[in-house]
């Protein structure tokens, strides 16, 4: 396992993070996972005996079952705390409350309280803004954010899911009052999906942010279990839950090709694809999930794999976004900047 440092920190955090969305199947999330708490002290277990130390959950994932199941089962393992790098989120509906929702001051101080409570810890390390709130004034949520860093509650902030034009406005927000800003972006990244690579990859760049990836997978679809075929795998959740949304006649001949190039490394389709989302640019950990040990220990194989460089040529062509404005007349505009 390597490690990276998170941004602009002085943080290190595995090449995977450890997601646990799996666990608790509550209401909605029973689609995508049912682990419970023996089930997820096993999966820990290897999680950190792999050498990853990041680990991830949402205050909404099973309606904070996630966050319980992860908190007991540190205790259970005998997991030492302080060698964990641990995420929740906010911004998820918990409850039909008219103020349990948003990214408003009173609901993430409220929400921050009670993940502690779950998690039986006295700190978050990281914590993620997890989706956008149009009713909540930027201003008034980084100010939030600022202050519970301030409390000591949490060690430092990042956001999921929200556009480019918006997270450099909170930066900008953040910086003008000497505010804490954000140190990484959570976004939906694979061969399947690869938009963030117009907006949000450059922001990253230019603001040195870590990424991390969720869903490098595509739900399940990119796992090599779906052909066209195949269109059902009988034990994946895509087979009920069909998310993150993807063209699907392009991701089956993505598959085609990542199945090719596994059989020459002797490797499953799912460890090319996530060899690929973890060698790009910017990539920082990748955010894996499991549902038993075999899925787990077969995603955790993939650090040791590299792709050559004629590899990733032929998947980065086969999965490529179609050119798109204004980034196709920004290309040809700069090419008179270019030295002879």
Known sequence: MKYNFLGNTGLVVSELCF??????????????????????????????DSGINFIDTANV???????????????????????????T????????????VGLSRYHIFQSVDESLQRLQMDHIDILYVHGVDPKTPVEETMRALN?????????????CNWPAWMVMKA??????????????LQYYYSLAGRDIEREIVPLAGDQNLAIMPWSPLAGG?????YTRNNETAGDSRRDSFDFPPVNKEKAYDIIDVIADVGKRYNVSAAQIALAWVRQQKGITSTIIGAKNPDQLHDNISSTELTLSTDDLKRIDEISALPREYPGWMVERQSADRELK
């Open 221 to 225: 679809f990119l796992s090599g279990k």
């Open 147 to 159: 202050d519970i860093v301030l409390s000591g509650k949490v060690r430092y902030i990042a956001v």
């Open 61 to 87: 994932y099973s309606y904070g079952e996630s966050e319980k199941l992860l908190g007991q089962s540190i205790k259970d393992v005998g997991i030492n705390r302080n060698e964990l790098v641990i995420a």
């Open 171 to 184: 930066i900008g927000t953040a910086e003008k009052y000497g505010w804490n800003k954000f140190v990484g």
């Open 19 to 48: 997601g646990t969305m799996t666990f608790g199947g509550k209401g909605y999330w029973e689609a995508i996972g049912k682990v419970q708490q023996q089930e997820v002290n096993d999966l820990m277990k290897t999680v950190v």
């Open 89 to 100: 989120k906010v911004r998820g509906r918990m409850s039909e409350s008219k103020n349990y």
